[in-house]
């Protein structure tokens, strides 16, 4: 049976993000905070997007991205695990984005649903 590994999720910045170098080929990554509700610590995802090699400086807009701003990220879930020296083992949640867009609210920010135009005309309607 196939399987699907699908993340869609949209949170805030958690730092400026920033594109690094790994064997020639870019990464940008910026990690992100996916909010709990009231009175509880956000879980933190690092988003990473891979630069298209056939467009060059595609990742670049991406760095307007900065620390609060809200953002949308689509790609795949994953996962690893790694023990720090003095404490449990802990798990990293990843997602490589193959989509990532920057939002226009802030933080605080209610989110509105597009109003409906105004001057709307019934006449075109085929019923």
């Known amino acids: 049976m196939p399987r699907m590994n699908h993340l869609s999720i949209i949170g805030h910045a958690g730092k400026d ?11 940008w990554v910026c990690s992100m905070a996916l909010d709990q509700g009231k009175d509880k610590e956000p879980t933190w ?15 670049d807009s991406l760095l307007a991205i900065k620390k609060g701003d809200a953002y949308f990220a689509d790609g795949s879930l994953k996962t690893s695990t790694y023990a720090p020296a003095n404490g449990p083992a802990r798990v990293q949640i990843k997602c490589e984005a193959y989509n990532v867009a920057k939002l226009d609210w802030q933080k605080g920010e209610s989110q509105k649903a597009p109003s409906a135009p105004t ?8 019923f």
């Open 17 to 27: 993000s920033e594109i690094k170098t790994f064997n020639g080929k870019r990464l």
């Open 45 to 59: 995802i690092e988003v990473g997007k891979w630069e298209n090699e056939k467009f060059p400086g595609s990742i």
């Open 119 to 126: 001057n709307a005309s019934n006449d075109d309607l085929p």
